[in-house]
């Protein structure tokens, strides 16, 4: 009787159970919050100010000034598009809720609605031209960077003859709205800025989104190759519109936090530049430039780098001219980081 010989069955790579390493390095933030606890530590040992208790608010609320923002971006960068327009937008969305209802005379409300309006509106301008044209969004929202630019300070000289709006301070509204976007308390002794607490909001339902629904999966999707996402159904379209819009309607809520710190006055000239930061926060949060991976927690925590980098920096007494330096290091090592963890993480 012949016998029959078995060979010993193949694991299949797709279905085999990955350590706790592999699955902690695959993770797109864990770079940056690595990253995060070692400036801590650089600092609470190089600038004394740094280890005060107090100072843990002023930290936050840098953070949380990029961190907004980065919350879209990230998810803009994970569908696989930049806008380099979000910087000037804050400002536009600032200086049209005061304009408008300073020289109407109306509720601060009312303008606060408009600005809204023109906010998404702008975003939904970005992701048409954009899905109209085929252009790259580098092109299509540096057009709209400079577009914003010029009518920011043509309008404001317009309407105001200076290059800030006129202060809307004592105007119906104004109270209620400043509760709303700049208000402070006091939590232990620390001053916490309200922004902070909507910063912590705004990632926490953005996070939630991106990895516990359907809308998630379809930016993760077209980030990584729109054309087969598009080939099984997703609405290609409607998403990269969509993300556009987002990013409008948190430069909204951005420009609005603007103008109630600010006493209701905005300079037009505000916001150039803000755009790299944002993206920067991205990136080193884990966002690769080239879409289809990244993580709004980790957009976050390179927010509260920004943040504990910014005041380090003061604490520790040193050249603050340094700091843009610290920002071109940083993100040009967190992108080879991210690609070098991703790849070992593959490779697992």
């Given at each position: 009787?012949?016998?029959?010989?078995?060979?010993?069955?193949?694991?299949?790579?797709?279905?085999?159970?990955?350590?706790?390493?592999?699955?902690?390095?695959?993770?797109?933030?864990?770079?940056?919050?690595?990253?995060?606890?070692?400036?801590?530590?650089?600092?609470?040992?190089?600038?004394?100010?740094?280890?005060?208790?107090?100072?843990?608010?002023?930290?936050?609320?840098?953070?949380?000034?990029?961190?907004?923002?980065?919350?879209?971006?990230?998810?803009?960068?994970?569908?696989?598009?930049?806008?380099?327009?979000?910087?000037?937008?804050?400002?536009?969305?600032?200086?049209?809720?005061?304009?408008?209802?300073?020289?109407?005379?109306?509720?601060?409300?009312?303008?606060?609605?408009?600005?809204?309006?023109?906010?998404v509106a702008v975003g939904a301008f970005n992701g048409w031209l954009l899905m109209r044209t085929g252009l790259p969004s580098f092109l299509v929202t540096l057009g709209t960077f400079?577009?914003?630019?010029?009518?920011?300070?043509?309008?404001?000289?317009?309407?105001?003859?200076?290059?800030?709006?006129?202060?809307?301070?004592?105007?119906?509204?104004?109270?209620?709205?400043?509760?709303?976007?700049?208000?402070?308390?006091?939590?232990?002794?620390?001053?916490?800025?309200?922004?902070?607490?909507?910063?912590?909001?705004?990632?926490?339902?953005?996070?939630?989104?991106?990895?516990?629904?359907?809308?998630?999966?379809?930016?993760?999707?077209v980030g990584g190759d729109a054309a087969a996402a598009r080939a099984v159904g997703v609405p290609v379209k409607k998403v990269k519109?969509?993300?556009?819009?987002?990013?409008?309607?948190?430069?909204?809520?951005?420009?609005?936090?603007?103008?109630?710190?600010?006493?209701?006055?905005?300079?037009?000239?505000?916001?150039?530049?803000?755009?790299?930061?944002?993206?920067?926060?991205?990136?080193?949060?884990?966002?690769?430039?080239?879409?289809?991976?990244?993580?709004?927690?980790?957009?976050?925590?390179?927010?509260?780098?920004?943040?504990?980098?910014?005041?380090?920096?003061?604490?520790?007494?040193?050249?603050?001219?340094?700091?843009?330096?610290?920002?071109?290091?940083?993100?040009?090592?967190?992108?080879?980081?991210?690609?070098?963890?991703?790849?070992?993480?593959?490779?697992?």
């Amino acid at each position: 009787m012949a016998s029959t010989i078995t060979s010993p069955a193949t694991a299949d790579d797709r279905v085999a159970a990955r350590s706790v390493g592999a699955r902690l390095l695959s993770r797109p933030e864990i770079g940056s919050l690595v990253g995060a606890a070692v400036i801590l530590v650089f600092f609470l040992i190089a600038a004394p100010p740094f280890r005060d208790i107090n100072n843990t608010g002023t930290i936050l609320y840098g953070a949380a000034l990029i961190g907004v923002m980065a919350v879209p971006v990230a998810l803009l960068m994970i569908g696989g598009e930049f806008d380099l327009s979000a910087g000037v937008a804050v400002t536009t969305s600032g200086l049209t809720a005061g304009i408008f209802a300073y020289q109407l005379s109306l509720n601060v409300w009312a303008g606060i609605l408009l600005a809204l309006v023109v906010s998404v509106a702008v975003g939904a301008f970005n992701g048409w031209l954009l899905m109209r044209t085929g252009l790259p969004s580098f092109l299509v929202t540096l057009g709209t960077f400079f577009i914003l630019q010029g009518v920011n300070l043509a309008v404001t000289r317009l309407t105001s003859g200076a290059v800030a709006s006129n202060s809307i301070s004592d105007m119906d509204g104004f109270g209620a709205a400043k509760a709303v976007f700049a208000s402070e308390f006091k939590l232990g002794g620390i001053t916490i800025k309200i922004i902070i607490v909507w910063w912590i909001l705004f990632v926490a339902i953005a996070a939630w989104v991106l990895l516990k629904t359907q809308i998630g999966n379809w930016i993760f999707a077209v980030g990584g190759d729109a054309a087969a996402a598009r080939a099984v159904g997703v609405p290609v379209k409607k998403v990269k519109i969509g993300l556009f819009m987002t990013v409008g309607f948190f430069a909204w809520f951005t420009g609005m936090q603007l103008l109630f710190v600010q006493n209701g006055v905005v300079q037009s000239g505000e916001g150039v530049g803000k755009e790299f930061l944002y993206i920067i926060a991205a990136v080193v949060g884990g966002c690769l430039l080239t879409g289809g991976y990244g993580s709004v927690v980790g957009g976050a925590v390179g927010a509260l780098i920004f943040g504990m980098v910014q005041l380090g920096v003061v604490y520790a007494g040193w050249n603050a001219d340094w700091f843009k330096a610290f920002l071109g290091v940083m993100l040009l090592l967190a992108t080879i980081v991210n690609l070098v963890v991703r790849s070992k993480a593959e490779a697992r």
